[in-house]
Nanobody
Framework: QVQLIESGGGLVQAGGSLRLSCAAS????????MGWFRQAPGKEREFVAA????????YYADSVQGRFTISRDNAKNAVYLQMNSLKPEDTAVYYC?????????????????WGQGTQVTVSS
């Protein structure tokens, strides 16, 4: 049984930073692409960032490019999202997701397992 548990969310002022963590268990973590998504109230869940199995390739949504950094530590079965220069429009619940199909994906249907999410609120 796959478990993904996010942490690190909270309330921050605009311009500030947060680092989200996602702890994975239950499978061979290093074999899978990992992603971060977010969902704001009244909006659909949207892609934020993804990282390949070894961490060598990353991909970002245009809205976060240059501000967010995704990384992973396969020895710890963890994936991270460093978020800098936060804006009020970054306010959302952030979800960690696992893709078992071996390729980077930006659609929610490309991911097979999801965490429960962690709330990020950016005040202006």
């Amino acid at each position: 049984q796959v478990q993904l548990i996010e942490s690190g969310g909270g309330l921050v002022q605009a311009g500030g930073s947060l680092r989200l963590s996602c702890a994975a268990s239950g499978r061979t973590f290093s074999s899978y692409v990992m992603g971060w998504f977010r969902q704001a109230p009244g909006k659909e869940r949207e892609f934020v960032a993804a990282v390949t199995m070894g961490g060598g390739s990353t991909y970002y949504a245009d809205s976060v490019q240059g501000r967010f950094t995704i990384s992973r530590d396969n020895a710890k079965n963890a994936v991270y999202l460093q978020m800098n220069s936060l804006k009020p429009e970054d306010t959302a619940v952030y979800y960690c997701a696992e893709n078992t199909r071996g390729h980077l994906a930006t659609m929610t249907r490309g991911y097979d397992y999801w965490g429960q999410g962690t709330q990020v609120t950016v005040s202006s």
